[in-house]
Antibody
Framework: QVQLVDSGGGVVQPGGSLRLSCAAS????????MHWVRQAPGKGLEWVAF????????YYVDSVKGRFTISRDNSKNTLYLHMNSLRPEDTAVYFC???????????????WGQGTLVTVSS | EIVLTQSPATLSLSPGERATLSCRAS??????LAWYQEKPGQAPRLLIY???NRATGIPARFSGSGSGTDFTLTISSLEPEDFAVYYC??????????FGQGTKLEIK
């Protein structure tokens, strides 16, 4: 059974940095694109970033461009989200999610981590 | 950016009833639309992809239809575990992938 375990969340001051991790198992991690999706408290879902299976291309929602970096280590089956210049509006539960299709992205999210809460507050 | 608008915001029904949830796109997304179910404290679950295909392990009471700008998720006979929040999501024109604001399906 596919497993995704999110970690790294916490409380950080505005302007601070944080790195989230997503440990993947029970599937061929290096063959699938991966996403980060977030959910602000009491709000809906917002796609944040995508990285291709081999790390060759990365895509972001406009609100995080230049501040967040998605990366992966296929030797460790781990996805990362490096978050800099954090703002209060970045407060959310962050989920990693597996793309549905091997190699070329389907753009659907068929397995999700449990989420990790990031709180940006002074 | 494609905006998805879901209606109604809240739907109150009883177990055994039929649920019909709607999602309208600001421009055509062809059939590139998915539906997810989210329960409190849990990660979302993929129900339907490409407008009408059930994801692995999803019961047959869930069905999706539509194309272009208008889509529907139907739950034929509600089970107690179906009461949750439902989101639509498009992958037609990305980045960004976008979600609707959600429909809360609550017990009447």
């Amino acid at each position: 059974q596919v497993q995704l375990v999110d970690s790294g969340g916490g409380v950080v001051q505005p302007g601070g940095s944080l790195r989230l991790s997503c440990a993947a198992s029970e599937f061929t991690f290096s063959s699938y694109g991966m996403h980060w999706v977030r959910q602000a408290p009491g709000k809906g879902l917002e796609w944040v970033a995508f990285i291709r299976y081999d790390g060759s291309n990365k895509y972001y929602v406009d609100s995080v461009k230049g501040r967040f970096t998605i990366s992966r280590d296929n030797s460790k089956n781990t996805l990362y989200l490096h978050m800099n210049s954090l703002r209060p509006e970045d407060t959310a539960v962050y989920f990693c999610a597996k793309d549905q299709r091997v190699v070329e992205p389907a753009g659907y999210f068929d397995y999700w981590g449990q989420g990790t809460l990031v709180t940006v507050s002074s | 950016e494609i905006v998805l608008t879901q209606s109604p915001a809240t739907l109150s029904l009883s177990p055994g009833e039929r649920a019909t949830l709607s999602c309208r796109a600001s421009q055509s997304v062809s059939s590139y639309l998915a539906w997810y179910q989210e329960k409190p404290g849990q990660a979302p679950r993929l129900l339907i992809y490409d407008a009408s295909n059930r994801a692995t392990g999803i019961p047959a009471r869930f069905s999706g239809s539509g194309s272009g700008t208008d889509f529907t998720l139907t739950i034929s006979s509600l089970e107690p575990e179906d009461f949750a929040v439902y989101y639509c999501q498009q992958r037609s024109n990305w980045p960004p992938y976008t979600f609707g604001q959600g429909t809360k399906l609550e017990i009447k």
